[in-house]
């Protein structure tokens, strides 16, 4: 326990003395949320295939992604923060990081409260259909229920697609480089709940080295990049939360 403590008394120091944090998120923050993540034993991929998200996949059959999205993506809208969502907004407010990157869809942390946010693989939010362009919010309850009842057909008749990045797609080129600028010009960079086994935000923690910045890991399992942290928390992110507020006063 003391170990543990002594190094999350480091990682404190480090975010203290920063200039410039940043902080990347994974499908693992939104866990304790009830979303699964992708790649663990019991994630999406496990259920719904690895194929879910690929591109082809959703124009070669669409309504097989569509039933995804309906148990998958449509029900993350009834879902709400968690503590390390709110934790990452309060160290924004506290100044302590000024950008979060997220691969995540779930929009949890604008929910939360940040403000300075990339969400470099869309968000749920929006969708659009692929003929006509019409958009729908599906925040709006009427938008959400329109599709749901049309089986995600537009009023055209066309398909529509969530504004989230499918395997073959170009991601957001905005979100992005805004995320590669704010790496790039890291002195701390924080990884939250990813396995960093996607590209090209796994290439993010990567910039943020090139300029020297320190990197800590807070995962339960490895990453491709343990062996460039300063230190890697391999342990549950509510337990590490939970340890970060009860010192983040003392900062
Ligand atoms: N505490 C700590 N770590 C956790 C927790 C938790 N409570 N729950 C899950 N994790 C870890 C898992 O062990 C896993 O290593 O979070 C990681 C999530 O990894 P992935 O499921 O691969 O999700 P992510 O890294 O976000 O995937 C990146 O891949 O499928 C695409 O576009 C999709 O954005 C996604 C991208």
Known sequence: MEKVEGLIKIFLTNLKNSKRAVVLTGAGVSVPSGIPDFRSPNGLYAKYGQDIFDIEMFYRDPDRFYDFAREGLITMLEVQPNKVHYLLAKLEDKGLIKGLITQNIDGLHIIAGNKNVAEIHGSIRIWNCLKC??????????????????????????????????????????????????????????????????????????????????????????????KYATIKFDTDLIEFCTYIEELIDSL
């Open 133 to 226: 362009g019409k958009r729908y919010e599906i925040l709006n309850i009427d938008n959400k229920n329109y599709l749901l009842d049309n089986n995600f057909r537009c009023s055209c008749g066309s398909l529509t697609k969530p504004d989230i990045t499918f395997f073959g797609e170009m991601l957001p080129l905005e979100e992005f480089s805004k995320a590669q600028r704010w790496a790039e010009n890291s002195d701390v960079f924080i990884t939250m709940g990813t396995s960093l086994v996607v590209y090209p935000a796994a290439q993010l923690p990567i910039y943020a080295l090139r300029n020297n910045a320190k990197l800590f890991i807070i995962n339960k399992g490895e990453t491709p990049l343990d």
